[in-house]
């Protein structure tokens, strides 16, 4: 099966799941159903070969945003199909390392995990623990110190997921499963968005308790009439944006202006989704981490490539960015049925200055100083998992509820601070030692004159994504989460591969 075949597959799999959701939003006996089939498909599968477990967990993490697209309820415990494949796959890891152990009897941890990235990795994860236990001790109560800790939980998944990676072709696996994911990401958003812009009140009420009700995003009408469609799994359409960008490089540089091939064109209408999607978003997080990172992206380029391909990319780019446009406004004004919303690029500018005056923004500026000054009371040891705060929230679910606005929780948008709250200081800079480090030996990679033209735009695209989720993780929790951790994991896995050949 090439990778168009593949790819087109794993998306219709994910047109079925999402089918399959939405019968169940009105059948929950459907929804539950479907979550034991996701379970028993993933342990199955999972069982013959571990490659096809990554592709499952991949497709999940994507397409999923907080892991609720099917769930299974117990009494008051809700369990996400998230949490269902994760603990899946992690017992099928651990019954295969048992058999791979009693069989060699040589333990060798570079069958486990890569040997580099251990003492990077460690720190981290013992201050993670510290946070548990510390939380514990000054009690956080173990409910909330368990459900604030319960994401970081996701780390694990780099043992499997190397199992995996290990094989022949378990890369290209996760490649396709991301591409599909992502292409999923933005036809779901590009359909959402013509919904809500078009008269079908009733119907769009029922797609709205949908896409709450799975956690996948939000959708909220602005001041301008524009819907914005938000999914926080919208940050892996910014990697698909620089991955691309980094892959068309190779081929300008290599094809010069004989590019008009199909697979060229099937990489430019991705990237042209993906920056649609980053668009209808209307996130300012994201669009502050993309202009962050697209300064080192030129530099990348012109390092690398020289100003010929630069310029080159960047008309692409520009090229791209206009019809991500185009698409968005054919989409809001489609006459059928009787569009109600509008569309301008100047929405796209004004979103971007607007920085007081929006619930969303004065509640994450009401919590800042809250925050400090929780942080700044134990600094060094941190508060553990579970520790709260109050302050007083803008948030119209908030005020439903209290009128007052004041609001009690352990969850938090500012990332890093949130780290260094729960963690202390040492905590905040393993992670940040981390995250440096996994930057700083993708990008060397990638530029050194002996890089494979296979592995080259891999590596500039993640170590520049990874600096870009990086910054989003200043005004919103990434790195804390499931989404955040599987990406740094990801840049994790493809760094262990660097000594393979193309395609590997």
């Known amino acids: 099966m090439n990778r168009y075949s593949s790819v087109g597959f794993l998306v219709k799999v994910l047109v079925l799941a999402e089918i399959v959701s939405i019968i169940g939003h009105y059948y929950p006996s459907v929804n539950t159903a479907a979550f034991f089939m996701l379970a028993l498909l993933t342990a199955m599968l999972s069982w013959r070969d571990l490659r096809y477990g990554a592709v499952i967990m991949a497709l999940e993490l994507i397409t999923g945003s907080k892991g609720y697209l099917f769930f299974a309820e117990f009494g008051q415990l809700k369990i996400s199909g998230r949490m269902a494949v994760w603990s899946i796959i992690m017992v099928v890891w651990l019954i295969k390392a048992f058999q791979e152990l009693f069989k060699d009897r040589k333990i060798s941890l570079e069958k486990f995990f890569p040997r580099e990235l251990v003492l990077v990795f460690t720190p981290l994860l013992l201050f993670v623990f510290w946070g548990g236990l510390n939380g514990i001790l000054r009690g956080n109560g173990a409910q909330n110190v368990f459900l604030d800790q319960n994401g970081w939980i996701y780390f694990a998944c780099i043992l499997p997921l190397y199992a995996a990676i290990r094989r022949e072709g378990g890369i290209e696996m996760l490649k396709n499963a991301f591409i599909a994911a992502t292409l999923w990401l933005s036809i779901k958003t590009l359909i959402l968005l013509y919904f809500f812009s078009h008269e079908q009140q009733a119907l769009n009420q029922e797609i709205y308790r949908w896409v709450r009700e799975t956690g996948v995003g939000e959708i909220t009408k602005m001041q301008n009439g524009f819907y914005r469609i938000f999914f926080q799994s919208h940050i892996y359409s910014i990697f698909g944006i620089f991955a691309s960008l980094a892959v068309l490089s190779e081929e300008l540089k290599k094809n010069g202006k004989k590019i008009f091939t199909f697979d060229f064109v099937a990489k430019f209408i991705y990237l042209i989704m993906a920056i649609s999607v980053i668009f209808i978003s209307f996130s300012r997080s994201f669009w502050a981490g993309i202009a962050a990172a697209l300064p080192m992206f030129a530099a990348y380029l012109i390092k690398v490539h020289g100003t010929k391909v630069f310029f080159r990319v960047f008309i692409v780019g520009s090229v791209s960015v206009f019809f991500a446009v185009i698409i968005i406004a054919a989409i809001v004004k489609f006459p059928l049925p009787r569009p109600t919303s509008g ?159 193309a395609g590997a």
Request: glycine content about 8%; aromatic content about 16%; hydrophobic content about 45%.
């Open 343 to 501: 569309f301008d690029p100047v929405f796209l500018t004004d979103r971007a200055s607007q920085l007081s005056g929006e619930a969303g923004v004065s509640s994450r500026w009401s919590l800042l100083p809250k925050l400090m000054d929780k942080v700044l009371e134990r600094p060094i040891m941190g508060s553990g998992f579970g520790a709260t705060v109050t302050y007083e929230s803008s948030d119209p679910r908030v005020l439903e509820q209290n009128p007052s606005g004041e609001y009690t929780t352990y969850a938090f948008e500012w990332g890093w601070i949130d780290i260094w709250y729960k963690l202390g200081i040492f905590g905040l800079a393993s992670y940040v030692f981390l995250a440096g480090y996994l930057f700083y030996q993708l990008v060397r990679l990638s530029i050194t004159d002996k890089a494979d033209p296979f592995w080259r735009p891999i590596f500039a695209s993640l170590g520049i994504s990874l600096a870009c989720v990086s910054m989003v993780s200043f005004f919103s929790p990434y790195l804390n989460h499931p989404l955040g951790i599987g990406f740094l994991v990801i840049c994790a896995l493809i760094l262990s591969k660097k000594n393979l050949p």
